[in-house]
């Protein structure tokens, strides 16, 4: 064997150790409102707005509050610190993430699942109703 | 009708294309030219076919045909013509045929272009992509199986289970649902075509090295690959610039890169055909490197394959802020990227062999071993990015549910190997265009940018004052790179300038890589009050409502009108003025923050905009969405929302109770004068039935009531009551009054008599001042309202961004260093194929 293999196989190996090491961290989990609560660490919160309980700016701390029921049906309020995002009303399911605590979930990042205008009839119904 | 012979267009253009595939296949086997022109018939028929169906498609869209579900699910009747044309590709069966259109004409590209030697073969590959991508959307069920979706198919299909369809399966929807309001915007119009552009040119280089070791023709292919394959990847460039910018300036997404999937779709490939741009170089000049330009020329599109199956497929779902329906295709896109890999690695393995191998090893300093280096350093990258983005499916490895990596995850590593290809470019460029005759002399020559760079990197450290060391490497790595890459250029300039397409592409490289710095230093940009609540947040002595420490810091802040604030002690900025301009929408706003320049008093101005989303929003709850101002500056952007203001609020509330899309359009149109916070007066004239707004309170008149005699107060001649009801818009308090005016006669003369009405819920008071008999207005006089009136005020978001110009500075002269190579390689292709058709040894 050339030594510049032996070398290149060593350094392969390394590095893709520390690749998948450092990768694996990076990555959380999707988890629901009961699981996050026994984390400390930041989680991904994937549920739907409660459109029925109150939601708004909050302009004296600046956050947006709304309630959200994650996927197994647990409802908590989230206190997001930055305005309402685009698309909030329309989306079929939120991705929340940040911390929780108190029974709050914390946020400073969400994405909105899209229109995902595929099975929306809503504005149909709306149309023809009229 | 029309559908029918869109859909029966689409299909007959997947069997045309299949039989052209075949006869390729053919073609190229038995090397019959003859096989092979029936073959380009019918290439060009799938493209006449392709291009009928997307005109018929665009005319459906154009006249608002809504029983087509993909007009109705893109479309409304208010999209101007622009918009209504690109609703084609706003979804995924439209922007499937605007990928195979543009394959179509790359094809008729190749088949012009290419020598007899490639021809057939090259054109075998090209016409399986198409095969695919046709399959996407054909709409047919063959044996049980449900292949692709149509663009042509019918609302009532789609919502058959709805009462509306069963009831009347003829019913035709009288409004289609819009077209996702981030997506009207000039961007939307270029952004996707030469996207699509790009990812059928990357098919190129991908069918020439299937071909070269499909005919054992290993060495020749890459002449006519190489313009192709630049040109590829200029136009990713340009897309990834466009979406980028569009990101920043329009959608914002808070930046101009956020390692979406999206994002990484179209990087990935395009830093795979960049390696094998290079790998292509070296091979043309030493005659080595032949295995490597076959291996990225196909990794290139099979990343382009793997990407839209993860984006496409629905396996990404909750990662992307992308929204990409799923249509069930996944089965499809699988046996797409399968066809591709597994056609790309049979034939490598089958040629392994036989692929020209290097003799003697490279020496450590060669210009081939530093360029090989960078390619490899490339490949590195995109690896990263892949896993990356694949973290939905590999992360399973570690957790269950797995979440997208931390953006930080791409940044640390791939942000020291790009550091590492700033330096190979420079030591490859001084070994390709100078001889050295050892270590020695080019470390000589090495020696003015090394130490000129050092130069101008302590000049930055001291002058930006930057602590952190990484950040001084960082910089000296790029600083360096710009400067050795620039001697290159110079030279290059004085002798031959049509060579130094290479050199300009390293230096936008580097002034990347120095843009690319300035997303550390991001600072959003708060007034006092506001940074010394996120101390006492950090202090812990903040408390929620339910006594709870807030851990939450602000990153906006409230501004009331005309009072200026100071932000971070470098801007004084002032809100001075609200308008409801209806610009591009119904209901669109715009502000104006005037900054001062504490230092410099200089001013500027910044005119962010927010709209209302009607055609996502539902009845009673209206969206809004930012659109951002950026104030572009050489060395900082400031980057300025609006994400709330009093005059949304007021616009929600007086909307609220509206049902349908057209009735929420008229009312935002209409209540223009109404919604604007005039001079507070306190006198409102009103005619029966009419409305006026003061600040948060709207007052209503409803009517007269004339009052009967005995009710009269003493001495009155006449006297008349005024309905009235006055609502507070954010507190949702109403109360009605009925004021009186009179009057009276007495001592032999008349007088009026309008007593004060103080009213409960409010802390003001009204009175009916008289009647204008010409005009048939009643004033009313609201004693106090300017106390209780609220400012106009906004919650904005202030950013600094350093250097995002020169991130753009960057990616220009990466286009620029493109194109010229683009013609280099070109006119040199040409200029060979003319020479080998001389000597007749094609």
């Known amino acids: ?130 | 009708m029309i559908g029918i012979i869109g859909s029966y267009a689409v299909i007959a253009a997947f069997l045309a294309s299949l039989g052209a595939f075949t006869l390729y296949f053919l073609a190229a086997q038995r090397e019959d030219p003859k096989l092979e022109k029936i073959a380009h018939i019918l290439f060009g028929l799938k493209g006449a076919l392709i291009f009928l169906a997307s005109g018929l498609l665009v005319y459906l869209l154009l006249t608002n045909q809504f029983q087509y579900f993909y007009v109705y699910n893109y479309t409304s009747s208010d999209l101007s013509i622009v918009y209504l044309w690109a609703a084609f590709y706003s979804g995924q069966e439209g922007s499937f045929m605007l990928w195979i259109i543009c394959g179509y004409l790359v094809g008729m590209g190749l088949i012009k272009w290419t020598g007899n030697t490639y021809r057939a073969p090259v054109m075998f590959f090209m016409t399986m992509t198409q095969v695919f991508l046709l399959s996407m959307i054909l709409g047919v069920t063959l044996f049980g199986v449900h292949i692709g979706a149509s663009p042509f198919r019918l609302t009532a299909q789609e919502f058959a289970h709805l009462p509306v369809f069963l009831s009347n399966p003829a019913y035709v929807p009288v409004e289609g649902s819009g077209l996702n309001d981030l997506l009207r915007s000039p961007w939307i119009i270029i952004h996707p075509p030469i996207i699509f552009l790009g990812f059928a040119m990357m098919a190129i280089p991908f069918s020439f090295a299937l071909a070269s070791l499909w005919k054992r023709k290993y060495h020749e292919w890459i002449h006519p690959a190489l313009p192709w394959t630049l040109g590829a990847n200029l136009c990713l460039l340009v897309a990834i610039f466009l979406g980028s910018y569009w990101a920043y300036e329009t959608l914002s997404f808070g930046g101009y890169w956020a390692w979406d999937p999206v994002e990484n779709a179209s990087l990935v490939p395009w830093i795979l055909g960049m390696a094998g741009v290079h790998t292509m170089l070296i091979q043309k000049r030493s005659k080595i490197a032949h295995k490597a330009s076959i291996v990225f020329a196909i990794l290139a599109y099979v990343t382009i394959v793997y990407q839209t199956f993860l984006t496409r497929s629905g396996v990404l779902g909750d990662s992307s802020v992308h929204s990409f329906v799923d249509l069930g295709l996944y089965n499809q896109l699988l046996l797409f990227i399968i066809a591709v890999s597994v056609s790309g690695l049979f034939l490598y393995l089958r040629r392994m062999k036989e692929l020209p191998t290097q003799n003697t090893e490279t020496p450590l300093f060669s210009r081939e071993f530093f360029m090989f280096s960078g390619a490899m350093t490339l490949l590195i990258i995109s690896l990263i990015i892949i896993i990356g983005t694949s973290a939905p499916l590999i992360g399973r490895l570690f957790v269950a549910n797995p979440t997208p990596p931390q953006p930080q995850f791409y940044n640390d590593w791939t942000l020291p190997f790009a550091l590492a290809i700033g330096i190979f470019t420079v030591l490859t460029q001084y070994m390709w265009w100078n001889k050295y005759k050892d270590t020695e002399s080019l470390a000589g020559a090495l020696l003015t940018p090394t130490l000129s760079a050092s130069f101008i990197t302590v000049a930055i450290v001291i002058v930006a004052n930057i602590t952190t060391i990484l950040y001084m490497v960082y910089i000296f790595v790029a600083i360096f790179s710009i400067i050795g890459n620039g001697i290159i250029m110079f030279r290059h300039i004085r002798k031959n300038p049509k060579m130094i397409g290479g050199s300009v592409t390293h230096i936008g490289f580097a002034v990347l890589l120095i843009g690319f710095l300035g997303a550390a230093f991001d600072t959003p940009m708060l007034d006092t009050n506001t940074v010394n609540y996120n101390a006492a947040v950090e202090r812990g002595e903040v408390m929620d409502d339910d006594g709870f420490p807030v851990h939450q810091k602000l990153e906006v802040m409230k501004l009331d009108i005309n009072q200026p604030r100071r932000i971070n002690n470098e801007y004084k900025v002032t809100f001075t003025e609200a308008d409801i301009t209806h610009d591009n929408r119904p209901g669109e706003q715009r502000y104006r923050l005037e900054f001062e320049h504490l230092k410099s008093g200089k001013t500027f101005n910044v005119n962010p905009v927010i709209y209302p989303m009607i055609a996502n929003s539902s009845a009673g709850n209206m969206s809004w969405t930012v659109d951002p101002e950026v104030k572009m500056g050489l060395f900082r952007d400031i980057y300025v929302y609006v994400s709330n203001a009093s005059m949304v609020e007021r616009e929600n509330s007086r909307v609220e109770n509206q049902t349908s899309f057209q009735a929420v359009a008229d009312a935002l149109m209409n209540g223009y004068e109404q919604s604007l916070n005039p001079e507070i007066n306190d006198l409102v004239r009103l005619k029966p039935g009419a409305t006026q707004n003061l600040g948060q309170y709207s007052i209503t008149f409803d009517r007269f009531i004339n009052m009967a005699e005995e009710d009269l107060p003493e001495n009155a001649i006449v006297g008349v009551k005024a309905n009235l009801e006055i609502k507070n818009a954010q507190t949702k308090h109403t109360e009605k009054v009925s004021p009186l005016y009179s009057i009276i006669y007495k001592d032999g003369s008349n007088s009026v008599h309008s007593p004060i009405s103080e009213l409960e819920t409010f802390d003001f008071d009204i009175m009916f001042e008289t009647i204008d008999t010409a005009t048939d207005e009643a004033h009313f006089r609201l004693l106090g309202i300017e106390e209780s009136i609220e400012d106009e005020w906004i919650i904005v978001a202030i950013e600094k961004k350093p250097l995002v110009s020169i991130v753009w500075l960057g990616t220009f002269l990466l286009m620029f260093g493109f194109s010229i190579a683009i013609v280099r390689r070109w006119e040199d292709q040409r200029k060979r194929a003319k020479q080998s058709r001389h000597y007749g040894d094609e």
């Open chain 1, 1 to 130: 064997m050339k030594p510049r293999v032996i070398i290149g196989t060593i350094a392969i190996v390394i590095f893709t150790s520390l690749l998948m090491w450092n990768f694996g961290n990076s990555i959380g989990s999707y988890v629901g409102f009961e699981d996050a609560e026994r984390y400390e660490n930041r989680v991904h919160v994937i549920g739907k707005w409660v459109k029925d309980k109150p939601h708004g700016f909050d302009n004296q701390r600046m956050t947006f509050n709304f309630h959200m029921e994650d996927e197994f049906g647990q409802v908590r309020r989230v206190s997001y610190n930055k305005s309402k995002p685009n698309n909030f009303e329309d989306a079929e399911s939120l991705v929340v993430i940040g911390t929780m605590r108190n029974g709050v979930l914390y946020s400073d990042d969400m994405l909105v699942k899209c229109p995902s205008k595929y099975n929306d009839a809503s504005n149909l119904e709306m149309t023809s109703a009229n």
